[in-house]
T-cell receptor, first 117, second 111 residues
Framework: DTGVSQDPRHKITKRGQNVTFRCDPI?????LYWYRQTLGQGPEFLTY????????KSRLLSDRFSAERPKGSFSTLEIQRTEQGDSAMYLC???????????????FGSGTQLSVL | GEDVEQSLFLSVREGDSSVINCTYT??????LYWYKQEPGAGLQLLTY?????DMKQDQRLTVLLNKKDKHLSLRIADTQTGDSAIYFC???????????FGQGTTLQVKP
């Protein structure tokens, strides 16, 4: 399977614990995005990387959230001191863009469903 | 701020056409997208349209864009039970993949 893969598919944790999710993008895709989706809503942008550089972060991304893409390939999203409001589906997407950045097509993974008890 | 609105639910009979509507507020949107999400799955890109176009057809899918009214629609011809899913409209204003999504329209196809 050469699509975007995310691990784990599901994570149940207790409030206050730290969790980390991993995303493996499509090979050679230079951009990687994290989105969050709550029940009955569309995905909301969290952050994105161009290669290893984190270029934009949403105001939704509090100080408890940190994302990395150390070698410009896979990415991790860590949530520290989880709260019940963090319960959501965390989606990763990747794309390959040229210099113009036109018509960027995002390919999404199946997501990690986080439940904070 | 930017906002994308969709109706929440649509029910059609198999073989009929489905029309899913979307309105957006950002007049600087460059591309508009339609994604499909099946239960437990990620989002699948169905089609997109550039803001200087008013129509795009791709097999059973027809996208209509009314830029003046900031209205986008997705028509699915000969709707099948396998088309049952949630459909998201999304707009892209800048030069990145930061998309603003609507809340999704659940399409129910009855046999």
């Amino acid at each position: 399977d050469t699509g975007v893969s995310q691990d784990p598919r599901h994570k149940i944790t207790k409030r206050g614990q730290n969790v980390t999710f991993r995303c493996d993008p499509i090979s050679e895709h230079n951009r990687l995005y994290w989105y969050r989706q709550t029940l009955g809503q569309g995905p909301e942008f969290l952050t994105y990387f161009q290669n290893e550089a984190q270029l934009e972060k949403s105001r939704l991304l509090s100080d408890r959230f940190s994302a990395e893409r150390p070698k410009g390939s896979f990415s991790t999203l860590e949530i520290q001191r989880t709260e019940q409001g963090d319960s959501a589906m965390y989606l990763c997407a990747s794309s390959l863009v040229g210099l113009s950045g036109r018509n960027e097509k995002l390919f999404f993974g199946s997501g990690t469903q986080l439940s904070v008890l | 701020g930017e906002d994308v609105e969709q109706s929440l639910f649509l029910s059609v009979r198999e073989g009929d056409s489905s029309v899913i509507n979307c309105t957006y507020t950002d007049s600087s949107s460059t591309y508009l997208y339609w994604y499909k999400q099946e239960p437990g799955a990620g989002l699948q890109l169905l089609t997109y349209i550039f803001s200087n176009m008013d129509m795009k057809q791709d097999q059973r899918l027809t996208v209509l864009l009314n830029k003046k009214d900031k209205h986008l629609s997705l028509r699915i011809a000969d709707t099948q039970t396998g088309d049952s899913a949630i459909y998201f409209c999304a707009e892209r204003g800048g030069n990145t993949g930061k998309l603003i999504f609507g809340q999704g329209t659940t399409l129910q196809v009855k046999p």
